[in-house]
């Protein structure tokens, strides 16, 4: 399994990928990936497919668990241009939250499955606010939404776009570091809901 589900995911990532067309919206205060210093960035978990799919190849890290499951993912995510950080939200956070740090510092932007990876969907956990506050850092958030999808009765409702679908990448102005933790987590979380109004409301005014 690890030396073929790798390959053959990648290869179906990028395949699917191919076909889509994705369009950004943004409100003013938002940073480009591309901009230094770089940054703990959130986005939820049903989006994970898409997001793969739209920043391959940048050398983002991402934090994956360090489950045979997590062993496959990781191994995937390479062949697509990711770093993985292995880790876990739920177990050995400390080690996570140090591995993260690291890969800022060697100048990697960090991306960071908000709700996941078991929920309560919707509900951002405290772990980005963590790494802000570790480094004195801004968090970025980001939600890609398809126009067409097939949603999986997953806990996260997932979503896989369908082929030929276009694609919203919407950005919410950055949450800047503040040292005061409770108030960064609280404009997070209404930074991530925004992600979500933004792109609904991208495909329902009818663009």
């Not at 390479?78 to 956070?93: K, M, Q």
């Not at 499955?113 to 968090?139: C, N, W």
């Not at 806990?155 to 030929?164: A, E, N, S, T, V």
């Amino acid at each position: 399994m690890l030396a073929v589900v790798p390959r053959v995911a990648a290869l179906l990532v990028r395949a699917l990928t191919m076909t889509l067309r994705f369009e950004e919206t943004g409100e003013p205060g938002t940073r480009p990936w591309t901009e230094n210093p770089p940054g703990p960035y959130v986005f939820w978990h049903r989006a994970l497919l898409c997001s793969a799919g739209n920043y391959r190849g940048k050398n983002i890290a991402i934090l994956i668990s360090r489950s045979f499951d997590g062993e496959l993912i990781a191994r995937t995510v390479e062949r697509l241009g990711f770093v993985a950080v292995r880790g876990s939200s739920s177990r050995g956070g400390a080690s996570s939250l140090r591995a993260m740090q690291q890969a800022l510092a060697a100048g990697h932007f960090m991306a960071i499955t908000a709700d996941g990876p078991r929920g309560p969907k919707y509900v951002a956990k405290p772990g980005a606010v963590q790494l802000a506050q570790m480094t004195e850092s801004y968090v970025g958030s980001f939600y890609v939404l398809p126009q067409r999808a097939w949603t999986l009765k997953s806990w996260d409702g997932f979503l896989i776009p369908k082929p030929f679908s276009r694609v919203v990448v919407a950005y919410p102005r950055l949450v800047e570091f503040s040292p005061d933790a409770e108030a960064m987590q609280a404009e997070v979380q209404a930074a991530l809901d925004r992600s979500v109004e933004m792109a609904e409301k991208h495909w329902s005014s009818g663009k």
